[in-house]
């Protein structure tokens, strides 16, 4: 029997689960591999299935989110991650630094419907996790990989290289050097292929912390550059705030968390 594939939506955008559909061809190519049993976004539902590998996009934000997760991690025999929501928070992750109810309830006329949680969450916060793809969107080089090493009993490939050493790679010029861009390059793992970097714009950290990530030294660098301590603060608690290394940082320079 082909093993059976499910690809489960928590609070996100989709965009990482677009990571498959914009696969094209080598999807259906996939599909000969697996069955995907659900997977909401392409047409199939089951989402109570038991299956091999279930790849899961976005973070805990609902209370409906906290129950779902469990079932999940109960039906799956391998559970993967895909994207900055799932494996740290996502953008959403910025009402931790805040006090959420008083938002909801300044934002909406009867807050009382808005079933949401006070904190947004990664995944592995709640059950246990196999594998992390990071990155904001993922994309479909690193889930197909994921999918065809996780079939045939191989350990994943995990980049941790800086988005620095892709620059080099590409021979594009250093942004911060050249121009004083505050690039968070070099404390951001590689995977989008320096996308930004490429077309002189500074990196937004898409991708997460990279593996041990000197972001005292950038910190400095930054400050060198002009930025005062709460713009520093908002190149860290961006896309990854949820990411313990660029949490901290942001914490650091006075940010404040509600949790």
Known sequence: MEPKVAVHKFSSCDGCQLAFLNLG??????????????????????PDAS????????????????????????????????????????????RNLSNAREWIAAVYARPDYIQSLDHSTPIARHVKVD??????????RQVLGALRALLFGVVPTEERDKVCIECKRRQSVCVMV???????GPVTRTGCGAICPSFGRDCYACFGPAENPNTGALVRRFE????????????????HSGAP???????????????
């Open 178 to 184: 050249t121009r004083g861009f505050a690039c968070m």
């Open 131 to 140: 594998l992390e793809l990071w990155g904001c969107p993922v994309n479909g």
């Open 224 to 239: 060198g550059l002009g930025l005062m301590p709460e713009a520093v603060a908002r190149r860290f608690l961006f896309i």
């Open 51 to 94: 299956v091999d590998i279930a790849f899961v996009e976005g973070s805990i934000a609902t209370p409906d989110d906290l129950e779902r997760i469990v079932r999940v991690r109960k039906q799956s025999r391998f559970l993967v991650t895909i994207g900055a929501c799932a494996t740290a928070g996502g953008v959403q992750a910025l």
């Open 245 to 259: 290394a660029f949490h901290d940082t942001g914490l650091s320079l006075g940010a404040k968390s509600d949790g």
């Open 25 to 46: 061809d080598a999807l259906l190519e996939a599909a000969e591999l697996v069955d995907f049993v659900h997977f909401a976004e392409a047409g199939p539902l089951h």
